[in-house]
C-alpha cells in the first residue's frame, strides 16, 4: 500500500484526495502495491503498462482518460519517493520569479513602456494600480518596486490575480506559483524601493543605481565570475546608503534569483539566531547581522551559508528551504526578545521631529491634557505596558475599540504637526502623522498584521515628569462612543463640493460608532483604507439613482431565469421568480444573527442555499447513506474524476450541475436536501472541497456536509417565492435568505436560539438620491425609513411585500446616507417625503480648503471666492462652484493645471447655469471689467449685418458674437484680474 498519508501532505490539500484515489484506483485496477513496485524497479514496469493501456482500443473514453490520470499520479508518486522535485511547499513559485526578472531586464531603458504596460495590466484585472506617486501616475520605478507590487501584505487570491496577469502581458512560460510559503513580503508603509519625488530624501540617481544593480545581480548570479562579483559589489553599496532601502535590498535580490541570494528579512534573521539552520555557522552569521551588511560583508556571509549548506548532517540545501523553513518555524510563537532600535519605523534619519522633553512637556500641558482626554488615557495605558503597544492590545487590556486607539494615534499626531508646524513623512501617498510621536513596526507572521506603537523617547521623559495619576486607561461604559451622524442624512451642494468624498468619512464614523469630528481629524487615506475593508466585508454598499432606477431593483422584483429542466442542459425553459434588490439584501445581511445557539456550524459570511436531489426524490439507498455519513453525492461518472474546458457534455449533459458542484459551491454554502418538489428533509451546511471516490460504484463526486437538521419534511415553496424545485440535481435558491435558514433551523431543533449580539452598524450610500423617482423606488418603505418604525425600535414596523407576500422592514442598524448636487435639481422641489425622514446638511464651496494655494502670485481661494459672489448674485448659492475641481492645485500649482481646470470644468459648468448667456459668464470671470483683449475667456464681437447678409434688411436687432479665447487660459494675467 502505498504511504498515502505523507504522500497527501506532499502534494497538498487541494490535490490531496485527488491524487490519492487515483493511485488506489490502479492498485485495485492492476492489483500491485505501489509501495513494492517501487521498491522493485521505482514503478518502471507499473508505470509502462499504464502508458500502454492508455493507446488501447478496446477501452471506452472514461477507461482512457482514468489511465491517464494514473499514470500523472503514478509519476508524482515516484518523484515524492524518490526526491527528485521539491515539496508543493518550498519553492513552485521559483521558476516565476526567475523568469520575470529576466523578462524585466530588458526594460532597463525602456521605464516609459514598462510603466505603461504594467498600468494597463492592472486596469485589465479590475484593480487600481500601485505606480502613483500622490494622485499622480509615477513616471520611472525600478525592478524591485515592480516585484513588490506583488510582494506585500496583500491576500493570496490577488496575489495569483496579479501574477497571472503579468504570465500573459509579458508572456512568462512558467507555472503560475502554486503556494507562496516562504516567500518574503514587504511592509504595505514601505512598499517601495524609493522615495517619491519632492522628498529630501530622494536621490537623483536613485532609481537607476537600483536598474543597474538590477542587472549586474543577475549576471552575477548567472555567471559567478569574480569580474561579475566585483561588479555586483560595486552597484550594491551605493543603492544600500539610499532611502528606504536597508535589509528590503536583501529581500528583492532573493526574489529574482532565491538561489543565489540570501534573504535577510526580519524572520530569517531571527531564525539564523535561533540556531536551527547549519550550526554553529549561523549562529555566527547572526552576530554579523546587527546592521545591514556592507556589499563584501553580504557576499561573504552567501559564501558562508553555502559551504555550511553542503555538508553532509545539513538538513538545509539552499537558500529557498532557508526563507521557507524560516517561516515555519517564526509562525510558532517564539520567546519575547526586546527588538533592536532599528527594527522601528521610522529611524531618525528617514524622520527625526527634533523635539525635545520640555518641547513635549508644553505641548502635553498646554494641549493635550486639558482639551484631549482620549489621547492621554491611551499614553496612561501604553506607559504601564512599558511604552509601547499595539492598539489590539491596548482594547483588550483596557477596553474600547482597535479604532479608538487607532484614531487617537492620528489625531494626537496631527495636532503635534499643527502646534510645532513640522512637516513629515509621506510613504504610500498618505502623511504619517502619528510617527511625530512615535515609532513602530509590524509584528505578527507573514511580516505583521498588527502594527506595535512605541512612544518616542523625548516624549516618554515628559510624559514621566507629568502629574498623570488623575488619568485612568480604562475605557468605562458611559465612555463607550456613539456615532453623532442620523440614520438618515443627506449631503446636499452644488457640484465639487466633496459630498461623495465625505461620504467616506461619514460611513467609518458610523461602523466605528465614532464622532465625524474624531474621523476628520485622521488622514483621509487612512480613513479610505478602513471604509473599502468595510465594503469588502459587506458592510458599506454604494448605489446610484437614475431616471430609470426603479422599486425591482430597489427592493424586490419578478424576473424571468432560464432554468435547466432536465440533466442534458437542453430543456431550459423560462420561468418567473421573486429576486430581492440591492437594498431589501442589503438589510437582510444588517439583521442576520451570527450563530444559532451555542454551536458554530461554519457558515460563511455571505453564503449561497443550494438545492441538493440525492439520487432524486423520496426515500432511497443514497439518501439514507449521505444523511448518515454526513456528505452529498452526485452522478455523471462516465466523464471520469476531472472535469475541464475541454470536456465534451454533447452527450450525457451536466455541465451546469458539474459546474456548480465543484466550482461554484464552496466551503460555508448551505444545501437543502431535496425530498419532493415542495419539501425538504434536511438542511446542512458544506464542509469539504469536491472529491471523487472511486469506491463507489455510482454517484461518485462527493462533497463532505454537516447536517444541522435532518428527517424533517419542510414545504418550501412560499419561502421559494411560490416556485416549486426542479428536476436539476443542483442549483441556487435565490429567492431563499439566510434569515429563513435560521428561521428554519430554530423550528426543528427548538433548543436552538436565534441570537443576535451587539448589532454592528452598517451603511448604505445613494449617490445622486435626487436624481430618482423616489415613489416609485421606496414605494411603501418610505414609511419604514423613519427612525422610529425601524426593526428593532419599540414601535418598529414591518409590510408585507406586494411580490414575496414577506413581511419586511429595515433594520434600525442600517444607516442610508444620500448625496443630492443642488444644481442638478433643486432641494426646494425634493420628494416631500423623503425631506421629513432626512436630516439635510448642506455642503457649500469651502475656499480655505484651498488656502496656501498659489499661481505665480493669484491666490485660487481668493478667485473661487470671488467667483461664487457673482453667482450668487446673478443665479444663486446652490449654482456656485465647489472647491474639489482646484484641489489638484495644491500639489500641482502650474498655470498649465490651472488653465486645464478652466478648460474642462469651470467653462463647461458656466455654459451649463447660464445656458449659454456668454454676458452673464464673462461677469462671472471678470471679462468685462478686462481692458485687454487677450486676458479675455471670452471676448464679444459685434455682428456686421451688412458684411454677412448685404443691405437686406432682415429685421434682428444688434447683437454680440461670443468666442472663447484659447490663448487667456495660459496666461497668468487673465486669473490675475478676475
Given at each position: 500500500m502505498f504511504d498515502r498519508e505523507q504522500f497527501y501532505a506532499y502534494v497538498g490539500d487541494?490535490?490531496?484526495?485527488?491524487?490519492?484515489?487515483?493511485?488506489?484506483?490502479?492498485?485495485?485496477?492492476?492489483?500491485?502495491?505501489?509501495?513494492?513496485?517501487?521498491?522493485?524497479?521505482?514503478?518502471?514496469?507499473?508505470?509502462?503498462?499504464?502508458?500502454?493501456?492508455?493507446?488501447?482500443?478496446?477501452?471506452?473514453?472514461?477507461?482512457?482518460?482514468?489511465?491517464?490520470?494514473?499514470?500523472?499520479?503514478?509519476?508524482?508518486?515516484?518523484?515524492?519517493?524518490?526526491?527528485a522535485v521539491q515539496s508543493v511547499h518550498s519553492g513552485t513559485w521559483v521558476p516565476f520569479y526567475m523568469e520575470f526578472a529576466d523578462a524585466l531586464l530588458p526594460f532597463i531603458n525602456k521605464r516609459d513602456e514598462l510603466l505603461e504596460r504594467l498600468n494597463k495590466m492592472f486596469q485589465s484585472i479590475g484593480m487600481p494600480s500601485p505606480f502613483r506617486e500622490k494622485d499622480k501616475p509615477m513616471d520611472d520605478v525600478d525592478p524591485f518596486s515592480v516585484f513588490g507590487c506583488f510582494n506585500k501584505g496583500i491576500s493570496n487570491e490577488n496575489?495569483?490575480?496579479?501574477?497571472?496577469?503579468?504570465?500573459?502581458?509579458?508572456?512568462?512560460?512558467?507555472?503560475?506559483?502554486?503556494?507562496?510559503?516562504?516567500?518574503?513580503?514587504?511592509n504595505n508603509m514601505r512598499a517601495y524601493f524609493f522615495a517619491f519625488k519632492g522628498d529630501p530624501h530622494r536621490g537623483e540617481h536613485d532609481i537607476d543605481n537600483l536598474w543597474q544593480l538590477f542587472r549586474f545581480a543577475l549576471n552575477y548570479a548567472d555567471n559567478s565570475s569574480e569580474q561579475d562579483r566585483s561588479y555586483f559589489e560595486i552597484h550594491y553599496d551605493p543603492v544600500l546608503k539610499q532611502s528606504i532601502i536597508r535589509w528590503n535590498i536583501t529581500m528583492g535580490l532573493f526574489w529574482i534569483r532565491p538561489y543565489a541570494y540570501i534573504n535577510l528579512d526580519e524572520r530569517n534573521r531571527k531564525y539564523l539566531a535561533m540556531g536551527q539552520a547549519f550550526p554553529p555557522v549561523d549562529i555566527v552569521i547572526s552576530e554579523k547581522l546587527k546592521k545591514v551588511p556592507s556589499a563584501v560583508e553580504y557576499t561573504r556571509i552567501i559564501d558562508e551559508c553555502k559551504a555550511a549548506m553542503e555538508h553532509p548532517n545539513c538538513s538545509i540545501r539552499n537558500f529557498v528551504e532557508l526563507s521557507n523553513a524560516a517561516w515555519r518555524a517564526t509562525t510558532a510563537v517564539q520567546p519575547a526578545q526586546p527588538p533592536a532600535d532599528d527594527e522601528y519605523w521610522p529611524?531618525?534619519?528617514?524622520?527625526?521631529?527634533?523635539?525635545?522633553?520640555?518641547?513635549?512637556?508644553?505641548?502635553?500641558?498646554?494641549?493635550?491634557?486639558?482639551?484631549?482626554?482620549d489621547p492621554m488615557k491611551m499614553l496612561k495605558g501604553m506607559m504601564l505596558l512599558g511604552g509601547e503597544a499595539t492598539c489590539k492590545k491596548l482594547a483588550d487590556v483596557?477596553?474600547?475599540?482597535?479604532?479608538?486607539?487607532?484614531?487617537?494615534?492620528?489625531?494626537?499626531?496631527?495636532?503635534?504637526?499643527?502646534?510645532?508646524?513640522?512637516?513629515?513623512?509621506?510613504?504610500?501617498?498618505?502623511?504619517?502623522?502619528?510617527i511625530i510621536p512615535f515609532q513602530g513596526r509590524w509584528i505578527g507572521a507573514e511580516g505583521g498584521n498588527n502594527y506595535s506603537y512605541r512612544i518616542r523617547p523625548e516624549l516618554m521623559e515628559a510624559l514621566q515628569e507629568i502629574d498623570l495619576s488623575g488619568i485612568s486607561p480604562y475605557v468605562t461604559e458611559d465612555e463607550k462612543p456613539m456615532t453623532d451622524v442620523r440614520l438618515n442624512t443627506i449631503l446636499y451642494g452644488p457640484p465639487g463640493t466633496g459630498k461623495t468624498y465625505h461620504t467616506v468619512i461619514y460611513a467609518?464614523?458610523?461602523?466605528?460608532?465614532?464622532?465625524?469630528?474624531?474621523?476628520t481629524e485622521e488622514d483621509y487615506n487612512a480613513v479610505l483604507e478602513r471604509y473599502n475593508e468595510y465594503k469588502e466585508q459587506g458592510r458599506i454598499e454604494f448605489t446610484t439613482f437614475h431616471q430609470s432606477f426603479g422599486y425591482e431593483e430597489f427592493i424586490e422584483g419578478i424576473r424571468p431565469t432560464v432554468t435547466v429542466e432536465d440533466e442534458t442542459d437542453n430543456g431550459g425553459d423560462v420561468r418567473y421568480s421573486v429576486q430581492s434588490g440591492i437594498f431589501k439584501r442589503f438589510c437582510e445581511r444588517a439583521e442576520r444573527p451570527t450563530n444559532v445557539g451555542t454551536s458554530d456550524y461554519g457558515i460563511n459570511d455571505n453564503p449561497t442555499?443550494?438545492?441538493?436531489?440525492?439520487?432524486?426524490?423520496?426515500?432511497?439507498?443514497?439518501?439514507?447513506?449521505?444523511?448518515?455519513?454526513?456528505?452529498i453525492r452526485i452522478a455523471w461518472d462516465e466523464y471520469g474524476e476531472i472535469i475541464t474546458d475541454t470536456t465534451d457534455f454533447s452527450k450525457h449533459g451536466g455541465r451546469v450541475v458539474l459546474n456548480a458542484f465543484i466550482n461554484n459551491m464552496q466551503i460555508g454554502d448551505i444545501v437543502f436536501s431535496c425530498y419532493s418538489a415542495s419539501t425538504i428533509d434536511a438542511i446542512g451546511v458544506v464542509t469539504g472541497d469536491y472529491e471523487w471516490h472511486d469506491e463507489y460504484p455510482r454517484l461518485k463526486r462527493l462533497r463532505k456536509v454537516k447536517w444541522i437538521v435532518k428527517g424533517i419534511q419542510e414545504n418550501i415553496v412560499s419561502l421559494n417565492g411560490g416556485t416549486a424545485m426542479t428536476l436539476a440535481s443542483v442549483y441556487r435558491l435565490n429567492n431563499i435568505s439566510l434569515t429563513d435558514v435560521y428561521q428554519l433551523i430554530e423550528k426543528h431543533r427548538p433548543t436552538a436560539t436565534l441570537v443576535q449580539p451587539e448589532k454592528k452598524n452598517y451603511v448604505f450610500i445613494i449617490d445622486e438620491i435626487n436624481r430618482g423617482n423616489i415613489s416609485k423606488i421606496f414605494g411603501e418603505l418610505i414609511t419604514l425609513l423613519e427612525e422610529s418604525k425601524r426593526v428593532g425600535k419599540p414601535e418598529g414596523m414591518t409590510a408585507r411585500l406586494p411580490y414575496s407576500q414577506k413581511p419586511f422592514g429595515v433594520p434600525d442598524n442600517v444607516y442610508i446616507i444620500?448625496?443630492?448636487?443642488?444644481?442638478?435639481?433643486?432641494?426646494?422641489?425634493?420628494?416631500?417625503?423623503?425631506?421629513?425622514?432626512?436630516?439635510?446638511?448642506?455642503?457649500?464651496?469651502?475656499?480655505?480648503?484651498?488656502?496656501?494655494?498659489?499661481?505665480?502670485?493669484?491666490?485660487?481661494?481668493?478667485?473661487?471666492?470671488?467667483m461664487n459672489k457673482r453667482i450668487a448674485v446673478l443665479y444663486d448659492r446652490e449654482h456656485?462652484?465647489?472647491?474639489?475641481?482646484?484641489?489638484?492645485?495644491?500639489?500641482?500649482?502650474?498655470?498649465?493645471?490651472?488653465?486645464?481646470?478652466?478648460?474642462?470644468?469651470i467653462i463647461p459648468l458656466l455654459q451649463e447655469y447660464f445656458y449659454e448667456d456668454y454676458e452673464k459668464i464673462r461677469l462671472v470671470l471678470g471679462d468685462s471689467r478686462k481692458t485687454d483683449i487677450s486676458t479675455q475667456f471670452i471676448t464679444v464681437h459685434e455682428n456686421d449685418y451688412v458684411d454677412l447678409f448685404g443691405s437686406t434688411d432682415i429685421g434682428l436687432d444688434e447683437s454680440n458674437a461670443y468666442e472663447i479665447n484659447d490663448e487667456a487660459f495660459e496666461n497668468i494675467d487673465s486669473y490675475r484680474t478676475i
Open positions: 487541494k490535490s490531496g484526495s485527488s491524487y490519492c484515489s487515483g493511485l488506489a484506483r490502479a492498485e485495485r485496477t492492476y492489483s500491485v502495491d505501489i509501495n513494492e513496485e517501487y521498491g522493485r524497479d521505482q514503478c518502471a514496469d507499473l508505470l509502462a503498462r499504464i502508458e500502454a493501456d492508455k493507446k488501447r482500443n478496446d477501452l471506452d473514453p472514461a477507461e482512457i482518460k482514468s489511465r491517464s490520470d494514473m499514470a500523472s499520479h503514478l509519476k508524482r508518486y515516484i518523484a515524492y519517493k524518490s526526491g496575489r495569483i490575480r496579479i501574477i497571472t496577469a503579468i504570465a500573459k502581458e509579458f508572456g512568462i512560460k512558467a507555472a503560475i506559483p502554486s503556494d507562496f510559503d516562504g516567500i518574503p513580503v514587504l529611524s531618525l534619519e528617514e524622520f527625526d521631529p527634533k523635539l525635545s522633553k520640555d518641547d513635549w512637556k508644553k505641548y502635553i500641558l498646554e494641549v493635550e491634557l486639558p482639551h484631549h482626554p483596557y477596553g474600547g475599540t482597535y479604532n479608538r486607539y487607532v484614531g487617537c494615534t492620528a489625531s494626537f499626531g496631527r495636532r503635534a504637526k499643527k502646534y510645532f508646524h513640522l512637516d513629515t513623512h509621506t510613504t504610500d501617498e498618505r502623511d504619517r502623522v502619528y467609518v464614523a458610523i461602523i466605528e460608532n465614532r464622532t465625524l469630528a474624531s474621523v442555499i443550494w438545492k441538493v436531489s440525492l439520487d432524486g426524490t423520496g426515500d432511497n439507498p443514497i439518501r439514507t447513506e449521505c444523511l448518515q455519513k454526513g456528505h444620500g448625496t443630492m448636487n443642488t444644481a442638478d435639481r433643486s432641494i426646494a422641489v425634493i420628494d416631500t417625503a423623503l425631506r421629513r425622514r432626512f436630516l439635510f446638511r448642506e455642503m457649500q464651496p469651502d475656499a480655505q480648503v484651498l488656502d496656501g494655494a498659489t499661481v505665480e502670485g493669484v491666490s485660487i481661494s481668493d478667485m473661487l471666492n470671488r456656485t462652484i465647489g472647491h474639489a475641481y482646484f484641489i489638484k492645485l495644491k500639489d500641482n500649482s502650474t498655470v498649465e493645471m490651472l488653465a486645464e481646470i478652466f478648460r474642462n470644468n
